[in-house]
């Protein structure tokens, strides 16, 4: 019997030792998943600021200096001086017709003024006056003799062979770019047919659309941001110079931006994207990829002793890198940044240093 009862107290302590160490190997086992599901993040503080709302749309570039340039007499092309894309002066001479008949009566009007001279001065000297001294005679006096000599006829007709003979050039009224030049030299070319472009590089305009809900967020002078679709060029900064006072009938409300210190590689009719801002005060803003969505609906984690609270929030605005919160948050809350992509409600997590 004692043997037995030797035994039995036996085999009890070695049950309670293992059942000890069983206890202690499951402890350890949860301590280890609990600190597994621990996370690291990236948070932010937050407070009032101002919100850059941001209306981004499509425009098209528009020089503002442009013009079709024309033959002003019906002609054969004697000489072309330009191609497209070349860079003119104002003054210069872009092509010319032929020419010959217009300075032969460029000539021929020369003549006909000599001879009304010589009539003048002969006409001079019959009412006691000198000759070539539009003085020795009366001022009206004078005045008849011109008309009666031809000598006025004359001088028109001088001016009106200049003009015609003028009307055979085409020359550059301002600085610019030539653009559309399709004529070619020896070929018949009409007043009602456009020879030219002249375009002006330096001063262009963007013209864009907005749409009507947008309308107490626009003012002319409001900076705005012009990137060309090309991507050649970086941003390029403007200003609301035009708000036509008229919504069309897709409830668009058209608009002209000037575009300022552009680079030289810009054109014509390019498109381009728009940006406006518009400064809101007193926001509560916070980075977009502080926000996830959670059941179709945008949540923000904020950070509180070591623990992600789980946050609905509602945006008011949003610009291409940050959203400001109307519902949600609160002034000098902690949002975490990163690492929320997996969070729960009340998960334990670690803020580690953001990353520059």
């Not at 007043?191 to 262009?204: D, G, V």
């Not at 090309?230 to 006072?245: F, L, M, T, V």
Request: hydrophobic share 40%.
């Amino acid at each position: 019997m004692k043997i037995l009862k030797y035994f039995s107290l036996a085999f009890v302590i070695i049950f309670i030792s293992c059942t000890e160490n069983n206890k202690v190997v499951k402890n350890d086992k949860i301590d280890k998943a609990l600190n597994i599901e621990t996370q690291n993040v990236e948070v932010v503080p937050i407070s009032l600021t101002t919100f850059k709302k941001q209306i981004i749309t499509n425009g098209k570039l528009s020089a503002i200096q442009k013009a079709d340039i024309y033959f002003r007499a019906l002609g054969i092309i004697e000489n072309i001086f330009v191609k497209n894309g070349d860079k003119i002066l104002k003054g210069d001479t872009i092509a010319v017709l032929e020419n010959k008949l217009q300075k032969l009566e460029i000539a021929s009007a020369y003549d006909q003024l000599n001879d009304a001279g010589i009539e003048l001065n002969s006409l001079l000297l019959g009412y006691g006056g000198k000759k070539n001294d539009p003085g020795s005679v009366p001022e009206n006096i004078y005045e008849n003799l011109k008309i009666q000599s031809g000598y006025n006829r004359a001088v028109n007709n001088i001016n009106i062979a200049k003009l015609n003979f003028a009307n055979t050039c085409i020359i550059a009224p301002f600085n610019g770019i030539v653009a559309n030049v399709t004529a070619k030299e020896k070929n018949l070319i009409k007043t009602s047919e456009p020879f030219c472009t002249l375009i002006n590089p330096n001063k262009f305009e963007a013209e864009c659309t907005a749409i009507e809900t947008e309308i107490p967020f626009l003012k002319t002078g409001q900076e705005v941001k012009v990137i060309p679709l090309s991507g050649k060029s970086k941003i390029i900064n403007g200003a609301i110079i035009e708000i036509n006072p008229q919504i069309d009938k897709n409830g668009l409300i058209k608009l002209k931006a000037i575009i300022n210190n552009h680079p030289q590689n810009l054109y014509d009719g390019m498109n381009v994207k728009v940006i406006i801002e518009t400064p809101i005060k007193n926001q509560i803003v916070i980075p977009k990829e502080a926000l996830v969505l959670r059941s179709n609906r945008e949540v923000v984690f904020t950070y509180e002793n070591g623990m992600a609270k789980w946050n609905y929030v509602n945006i008011a605005y949003e610009n291409s890198t940050h959203y400001a919160i109307s519902e949600g948050l609160k002034e000098n809350d902690t949002v975490v940044v990163k690492g929320n992509l997996n969070l729960a409600h009340d998960a334990k997590v670690e803020i580690i240093a953001n990353e520059k």
